[in-house]
């Protein structure tokens, strides 16, 4: 599966000196198989800020952490991140 993705550095809203980075997965993106699209609508699994799909690993009160993932969950065919 080859995941497609736009990297965009855009101006911080409350400060005119920082900026930030965002990596947005395309929409022409064909996924390896319809278990993990219909897993990624409903449970969106794209990392905007690493530009990969991710699976979470652990949850708090505070926040969660993310583990980024090569393979499919359901297929296990593996992942290509390209710069679109």
Do not use: V
């Not at 409350?14 to 990596?23: F, G, L, V």
């Not at 929409?27 to 979470?56: E, L, M, R, V």
Request: charged share 25%; hydrophobic share 20%; glycine share 2%.
């Amino acid at each position: 599966m080859d995941a497609f993705y736009t990297k965009i550095t855009r101006a911080d809203p409350d400060d005119a000196k920082k900026t930030y980075t965002d990596h947005t997965l395309s929409k022409t993106t064909k996924y390896c198989c319809d278990s993990f699209q219909n897993h990624n609508k409903k449970f969106p699994s794209w990392d905007y800020n690493t530009g990969k799909f991710t699976i979470i690993d652990s949850i708090s009160y505070e926040s969660n952490t993310q583990t980024p993932i090569t393979y499919c969950p359901f297929c296990g065919e593996k992942i290509r991140y390209k710069k679109a």
